[in-house]
C-alpha cells in the first residue's frame, strides 16, 4: 500500500472530458504504464466533478482490469480506437484478497477503458455499441 500511496503523491494526473449524448463528463486520465497500474486504486471516493478514470493504452489491445485495493464498485468499459463501447462491466466489487482478485478483460480490442462509479453507464443510457467521445 505504501509504494502506491507514494506513486499517488507524485504523479500528476491531468483530466480529460469525454462527449456522450451531448453531456460532457470530466474524468482522470490515466496515460502512462505507471498510471495505468495504479488506477483508482486506494481513492475513499472520486473528487466533486470528477466521474470516473480514462486509460488510454495507445493502441489495441485486451487491457485487463482487477479491483485490487479498490474502495468502491466501478463499471468498467471498453472502446474501440473509434469510441464505440466494445465490452462493458457493471457493478464490478473490490476485491476482498489478492489470491481471489479477478482479472476483467474484453472479449474484443481496446484501445480506452473507462471506470466509472458503479451505476453511473446504466443511468447514463451507455451500452455495447454506444459512442463515446473522447
Not at 509504494?3 to 483530466?15: A, C, V
Not at 463499471?75 to 482479472?103: E, M, N, Q, Y
Amino acid at each position: 500500500m505504501c509504494i502506491t500511496l507514494l506513486l499517488r503523491s507524485i504523479l500528476h494526473y491531468s483530466f480529460v472530458r469525454i462527449k456522450y449524448k451531448n453531456h460532457y463528463y470530466k474524468l482522470y486520465l490515466s496515460d502512462t504504464p505507471a498510471k495505468h497500474m495504479l488506477g483508482l486504486m486506494h481513492l475513499e471516493r472520486l473528487e466533486q466533478g470528477v466521474y470516473g478514470m480514462l486509460f488510454d493504452f495507445k493502441r489495441e489491445s485486451r487491457p485487463g482490469i482487477w479491483m485490487h485495493n479498490m474502495r468502491f464498485s466501478i463499471d468498467i468499459l471498453w472502446l474501440d480506437a473509434g469510441g464505440s463501447v466494445v465490452h462493458i462491466v457493471r457493478d464490478a466489487a473490490p476485491c476482498t484478497s489478492i489470491f481471489r482478485c479477478k482479472t476483467y478483460t474484453s472479449p474484443r480490442p481496446a484501445r480506452y477503458v473507462i471506470e466509472l462509479k458503479a451505476g453511473a453507464s446504466k443511468s447514463m443510457g451507455i451500452e455495447v455499441g454506444s459512442k463515446i467521445e473522447v
